[in-house]
C-alpha cells in the first residue's frame, strides 16, 4: 500500500485523493490537490445555453467508466449535490463508490456535506487501487433544495476542484406542484456554465408515502433527455403502492436499508455496475 501511495505522489498528478489503510478498524485518507489543475474559466451562460444542447450520444456514467478506464493514471471527480436522500454515511452513494474504485482498481475518499457547519466534513475512504484515484464529493443536503446549492455552489464545488461528473439529486425538497425540470435549469444552467466540460445526471427519487409527485415528475425524463442531460430512473424501480411501499422508507421519503439496496443497484446499473 506505501509503495502505491508514493507511486501516486510520485507521477506528480495534475491533483488527486489519496487513501491509506493503517490497520483493520483505522482508515487514514489523504486529499492532494495539485495547483496545475485549476477550475475552468467561467463563461457566460449565453456559450452553454441549455437549449443549445442534443440528445445524449452517450450516458454521462458510462462516459465517466469509458474515461476513467482509458486513462487509468489520471485523478478523476464526482460531485453529488442533492437532498437528504443521498446524505446517509452508510446508504446507496458510498456504496456506490466503493463499486466504482473497487471496479477501476481506483483509491477512492469522499467528504459529506454539514447542513450544521455549511461545510464538508472529514474524509472517509471508500476503497484502494493501484490506478489513479477519484474524488467523491457528497454535497447531499438534508432539507435543502436547488436554490441552496445554487446558494452554496461555490463551496459544495470548491474552487480548487474541477469536475468530472455531476449527480443531481432533487425532488423531494421541491414543489410538488411544479415540473421539476424547470425547477432544475437554474441549477443546471449555472453548473454548465461554471464546469462546461463535466457530464450531468440527474436522478429520479423514489415515491414519497402519501405524497403526489405525478405533477412533479411528469415529463421530466424526457425534458432532460432534450437537455442532454442523463435521468437514472430510482422512481420506477419502487412501488407506487403505499403498503409496498412502506418498508422501503424509514420516513416518508428517505430509503430504510431495503430502500438503499434499490437505489444503490438501480445507481450502479446505471454505470453498467452490479452490487
Avoid at 443549445?52 to 485523478?75: G, I, Q, V, W, Y
Avoid at 476503497?127 to 436554490?147: C, E, L, Q, T
Avoid at 430512473?233 to 431495503?258: E, G, H, I, K, M
Wanted: glycine fraction near 8%.
Amino acid at each position: 500500500m506505501l509503495n502505491a501511495v508514493k507511486r501516486i505522489a510520485g507521477s506528480a498528478p495534475i491533483w488527486a485523493w489519496i487513501v491509506m489503510v493503517v490497520c483493520a478498524v483505522i482508515l487514514v485518507v489523504g486529499l492532494i490537490i495539485s495547483s496545475n489543475r485549476t477550475a475552468p474559466t467561467t463563461t457566460s451562460a449565453a456559450d452553454v445555453s441549455p437549449t443549445s444542447m442534443t440528445p445524449l450520444d452517450e450516458p454521462a456514467t458510462l462516459a465517466f467508466m469509458k474515461d476513467a478506464r482509458e486513462n487509468s493514471a489520471e485523478p478523476k471527480t464526482i460531485v453529488l449535490l442533492g437532498d437528504s436522500t443521498g446524505a446517509a454515511r452508510d446508504g446507496w452513494a458510498p456504496r456506490v463508490g466503493t463499486t466504482i474504485s473497487q471496479t477501476l482498481q481506483r483509491p477512492m475518499a469522499t467528504k459529506f456535506w454539514s447542513t450544521t457547519t455549511n461545510d464538508y466534513g472529514a474524509m472517509v475512504g471508500l476503497g484502494d487501487g493501484p490506478n489513479g484515484p477519484i474524488g467523491f464529493w457528497n454535497g447531499s443536503a438534508s432539507g435543502k433544495d436547488v436554490d441552496y446549492a445554487l446558494a452554496n455552489l461555490g463551496k459544495l464545488i470548491p474552487a480548487d476542484v474541477t469536475p468530472d461528473l455531476i449527480l443531481l439529486n432533487f425532488g423531494h425538497t421541491q414543489d410538488p406542484q411544479a415540473p421539476l425540470a424547470e425547477q432544475m435549469q437554474p441549477l443546471i444552467t449555472e453548473l454548465r456554465t461554471k464546469y462546461p466540460n463535466a457530464d450531468l445526471a440527474v436522478i429520479k427519487q423514489s415515491p414519497a408515502a402519501g405524497g403526489e409527485t405525478g405533477t412533479q415528475v411528469e415529463g421530466y425524463a424526457s425534458a432532460m433527455d432534450a437537455e442532454g442531460v442523463q435521468v437514472i430512473d430510482v422512481y420506477s424501480a419502487f412501488p407506487t403502492d403505499p403498503a409496498a411501499l412502506r418498508p422501503l422508507l424509514r420516513d416518508t421519503v428517505n430509503p430504510s436499508p431495503a430502500g438503499q439496496e434499490i437505489w444503490a443497484s438501480t445507481v450502479l446499473k446505471a454505470f453498467e455496475l452490479q452490487t
